[in-house]
């Protein structure tokens, strides 16, 4: 049994990493092992920007978005010797295994430290892209979700009183999960992915003939690798002659307070992903499968990509 872990959270923040890192730090004093938190992800690991903390120290911070452990990116890291230098920090407070919360890179980069240098790791999703291969759920994902649905319905109502169509263009350079699983939860008629090719052509025939038959707006959803929100809105106004808008949602995705569903799971992956590493379980990743807790294998997480759900597209093919 370890007598002292760290946990830290790297990568774009997500609501409920200070519900899943709260989860750490209280499991593991619960069981009676020192926890160190790392702050700044990966560069504060090379700057040795780490402290124990106490159960105190994770008070008054699961309803709130962001991370209290901070995030920052890394070239250094990226680099054998930086990781190497990182491992020695670790060393230096007797830290024998880490607790790693964030998306596909930070665990990649997790799974590059425990290959070089030895060190237990175990991860847990953190990203609102929902894209870690192996887990249906990323720590995030539903507060993200929900906060573009909410934007959805306010740009709504200004659409149909001035028959517009607007154009959001949301987070996701190489997935299209939020975007697709927010359009059609906000109605959208269109939902343009990085995944599925779109004909902008076809769209544009499509709304005039939906606006000749009496339609008063339409919402359309970019996810950002799937085309520029503004060049798309421009080419659809220029091509329906119809007042078009854009809008782009931007960080506001990454913010406020988590759900309940993004509070309570990730307090359960805290609670699991703590206890593996105390037990000596190494190079996993926790997530979800059909609503129960699973392992997933930490270097299968990292090099398999996760690919949309082909239901999902379909569904909002037959909504829209």
Excluded at 39 to 50: A, H
């Amino acid at each position: 049994m370890m007598k002292t872990i760290a946990v830290m959270t790297s990568g774009g923040d997500s609501p409920g990493m200070n519900a899943a890192a709260r989860a750490v730090v209280r499991t593991a004093i619960f069981n009676g092992v020192h926890v160190f938190g790392i702050y700044n992800g990966y560069k504060g690991m090379l700057k040795d920007d780490m402290q124990e903390l106490t159960s105190r120290s994770v008070s008054d911070i699961i309803q709130r978005g962001g991370t209290f452990l901070g995030t920052a990116r890394s070239k250094e890291f990226e680099t054998e010797e930086g990781r190497r230098k990182g491992y020695e920090n670790l060393k230096k407070h007797g830290i024998e295994g880490l607790v790693i919360i964030g998306g596909d890179g930070s665990l990649r980069g997790g799974a590059q430290l425990s290959e070089e240098c030895d060190i237990p790791i175990v991860g847990i999703p953190g990203t609102i892209d929902n894209d870690v291969w192996g887990s249906d759920y990323t720590i995030g994902c539903d507060t993200a979700a929900n906060t573009i649905v909410d934007a959805i319905n306010k740009l709504r109502d200004t659409a149909s009183a001035h028959r517009r169509i607007i154009v959001i263009e949301v987070m996701g350079h190489r997935s299209g999960w939020l975007a697709m699983t927010a359009g059609i939860a906000g109605g959208a008629e269109y939902v343009l992915v990085p995944e599925v090719k779109y004909d902008i052509d076809e769209i544009c025939d499509d709304i005039k003939e939906s606006y000749a038959r009496g339609k008063r707006y339409s919402i359309i959803v970019v996810a950002e690798g799937a085309g520029s929100g503004v060049d798309i809105g421009k080419i659809v106004a220029e091509k329906t002659e119809i007042d078009t808008r854009v809008s782009v949602l931007g960080h506001i995705q990454r913010g406020g307070s988590p759900t309940v569903q993004d509070r309570m799971k990730a307090s359960q992956l805290g609670e699991q992903a703590a206890l593996a590493l105390i037990s000596g379980v190494t190079n996993v990743v926790f997530g979800f499968e059909a609503g129960e807790v699973v392992r997933i294998d930490l270097f299968e997480a990292v090099h398999n990509k996760k690919t949309l759900d082909p239901e999902l597209v379909r569904l909002a093919h037959v909504l829209a």
